[in-house]
């Protein structure tokens, strides 16, 4: 009898495996569709190189990408090959959008490159002259108590030290804050936001943001981590950047010694796509992962770049393997200049809908949705609920079977 019981258990757990197998095929197949990217970057880069006349060592150099940022469409052409009509457009939207890329970022480039996420992140659309699209959807402007500081939330802020980014996202939903140059808020009113932190002590949680919170010098980032790591109700604190992504030499030994005198400090970064997902990104995750940082992920939902939901299944998996954990995805706001890359609600959940069972839970960020005004995040997920009743709970899995579980 108990023979019987047990075959027939391994029977069912053979039929169930391959069934799961089967689940993760399709995936599999769209996963080995994927450029491989190492020797169409080698060229890439060595093409930049050339033309900005730079040597390996001032490659690895944060300084040297930063001050070799690509913002002309004559060099731009240069490098990747534009036609005169491209070119115009590029400078018709780059005379009210800035733009800038860091040479390693247009490293990055698939060969067939205007379709590529990297191309769709980085250069001037000309559907960002489109009418539409609100300058400041978040109502930001009034939710500043003290200079620099965004408050929404009960227990923590926001403090906005830069308006500096190492590259110009084209999707930037902060757009507004990204200004025609480049400047970092002065000391006296990053002084006055962290008296508004010391002054005010339900502030547990302090997000150090832009811009991008790591184009400050050293120094500066030391000056505010000290002070706040000096304030006893500041619990944690929080860094807001891109720079893993599109100038991950920034991240050197020197700056992460600063970082690990302040523990606990959490940076939550924005990694897009797969394709971002480089060596040179591993290794600024490495260093951060090693310094004590606990590393997320914000991704934002684009239209074109990442809608897709094996692409956000292949980006979530890439960003645990370099100790990202996949934190929040955006629904993405209806911003001035970057209507062409929003999506239907619909496909948010319908991506998380493919995440959820499909893969790791460890992969799988909240979706989120921005109130207008200001009035903070809201998390929204596939409904699993199918009925409530009195005694009684009706609920879908994974996969769409209906159970019922009691009500007590
Ligand atoms: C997003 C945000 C935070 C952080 O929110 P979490 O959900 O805790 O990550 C804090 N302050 C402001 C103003 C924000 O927009
Ligand atoms: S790094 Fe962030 S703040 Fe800067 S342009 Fe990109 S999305 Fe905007």
């Known amino acids: 009898m108990r023979e019987a019981g047990n075959t027939d258990n391994l029977s069912q757990s053979l039929l169930r495996s391959k069934e799961l197998k089967k689940d993760t095929l399709s995936f599999l197949e769209h996963v080995k569709s994927l450029p491989d990217m190492e020797k169409q970057v080698a060229k890439r880069k060595r093409k930049i190189l050339e033309v900005l006349d730079g040597t390996e060592e001032d490659w690895v150099n944060w300084k040297w990408q930063l001050r070799n940022r690509i913002k002309d469409s004559v060099v731009l052409a240069k490098i990747i090959g534009l036609s005169d009509l491209d070119k115009k457009r590029i400078d018709k939207v780059g005379k009210l959008y800035r733009w800038a890329i860091s040479p390693y970022y247009l490293s990055l480039l698939t060969e067939d490159f205007q379709s590529s996420p990297i191309y769709r992140q980085a250069i001037p659309d000309i559907r960002e002259l489109a009418p539409g699209g609100s300058l400041d959807p978040m109502n930001e402007a009034t939710t500043s108590p003290a200079p620099c500081v965004t408050r929404r939330y ?11 980014c190492a590259m110009y996202c084209r999707h930037c939903q ?10 970092h808020a002065c000391l006296e009113d990053i002084g006055a936001a962290i008296d508004y932190v010391a002054q005010n002590k339900e502030i547990r949680d302090v997000l150090i943001t832009g811009g991008d ?135 948010g959940l319908n991506i998380m809908e493919s995440l959820r069972g499909h893969t790791s839970g460890l992969a799988i960020p909240t979706f989120i949705v921005n109130a207008p005004g200001g009035l903070g995040k809201i998390p929204i997920m596939p409904n699993y609920i199918q009925k409530i009743q009195k005694d009684k709970v009706f609920l879908r899995t994974w996969e769409g079977k209906i159970i019922q579980i009691e009500n007590r």
């Open 154 to 164: 009960p227990d923590r802020m926001i403090i906005n030290v830069t308006n500096q």
């Open 213 to 347: 919170a790591l184009m400050l010098s050293n120094q500066t980032l030391e000056f505010i981590l000290d002070k706040l790591h000096n304030i006893s109700h500041v619990e944690i604190k929080r860094i807001g950047t891109r720079i893993p992504v599109t100038m991950p030499q920034r991240i050197t030994p020197e700056l992460v010694d600063i970082i690990r005198k302040y523990p606990p400090i959490f940076i939550n970064t924005q990694f897009n796509h797969p394709l971002e997902v480089t060596p040179e990104a591993k290794l600024a995750c490495d260093r951060l992962a090693e310094g004590g940082v606990v590393l997320g992920n914000q991704a934002v939902l684009l239209r074109g770049i990442n809608d897709e939901p094996f692409v956000m299944r292949k980006l979530c998996q890439e960003l645990l393997k370099i100790r990202v954990r996949p934190y929040y995805i955006f629904h993405a706001k209806n911003v001035q200049g970057t209507c062409h890359f929003q999506t239907s609600i619909a496909q």
């Open 174 to 183: 902060r757009r507004r804050n990204i200004g025609e140059v480049d400047q």
